[in-house]
């Protein structure tokens, strides 16, 4: 079956500082990967995804995603944090017409 | 172009009461999924519609039901609610049913069972 690993459940970085947050997938085949934002007491909003092809993808709002099959990972990077990148963080994984969601991973930002 | 909208956004029922949910889609969107994330988890995946038919079902009891109308919009339908279906409820709405499509979702529906 389909799993989506978010190791960290909370993450404290500081402002201006670099970020990595980490996603393992388990899946059969090339799966479709997906990150999204989620701030409190909103819905989700889709940051990247990545389906094939260059295996570094760019989202918004400064955020990028990096695939690498051999680790079944799917890390998602930001190089400078701002306060407003503080929020609920979800890796997702696409299967025919199903989404598996992992647990999230708090991000809180500190000036 | 409007998003997904979700109504209500806050509801509180009791235990063995019926609660009806309801999603409107992005314009020219035709499939639906709902989704149920409880505090402190991620979203779990209850069912996708896809041109007025169900297309996909997770891992719910048949307490929970779902329907599509024409105009793509949907219903999610949850009877004898237990305090356990305290979650909030959201909607995505996204062009086709699989999984290369991308998923938007609504701001949720906050369901307080008591």
């Known amino acids: 079956a389909q799993s989506v690993t978010q190791p960290d459940i909370h993450i404290t970085v500081s402002e201006g500082a670099s970020l990595e947050l980490r996603c393992n997938y388990s899946?059969?085949?090339?799966?479709?990967l997906f990150w999204y934002v989620q701030s409190p007491g909103q819905g989700l909003q889709l940051l990247l995804k990545y389906f094939s092809g260059d295996t570094l993808v760019q989202g918004i709002k400064g955020f990028e995603a990096e695939f690498k099959r051999s680790q079944s990972s799917f890390n998602l990077r930001k190089p400078s944090v701002h306060w407003s990148d503080a929020a609920e963080y979800f890796c997702?994984?696409?299967?025919?017409?199903?989404?598996?969601f992992g647990t999230g991973t708090s991000l809180t930002v500190i000036p | 172009d409007a998003g997904v909208t979700q109504s209500p956004t806050h509801l509180i029922k009791t235990r063995g009461q019926h609660v009806t949910l309801r999603c409107s889609p992005i314009s020219g969107h035709k499939s639906v999924s709902w989704y149920q994330q409880v505090l402190g988890q991620g979203p779990q995946f209850i069912f996708q519609?896809?041109?007025?038919?169900?297309?996909g079902r997770g891992n719910f009891p048949d307490r929970f039901s779902a329907r599509q109308f024409p105009n793509y919009s949907s219903e999610l339908n949850v009877n004898a609610l237990l305090l356990g279906d305290s979650a909030l409820y959201l909607c995505?709405?996204?062009?086709?049913?699989?999984?290369?499509?991308?998923?938007?979702f609504g701001p949720g529906t906050r369901l307080t069972v008591l």
């Open positions: 997702a994984v696409g299967d025919g017409n199903q989404f598996y």
């Open positions: 519609y896809y041109e007025k038919e169900e297309r």
């Open positions: 995505a709405s996204s062009l086709g049913p699989s999984a290369e499509n991308t998923q938007y």
């Open positions: 899946y059969g085949a090339t799966p479709y």
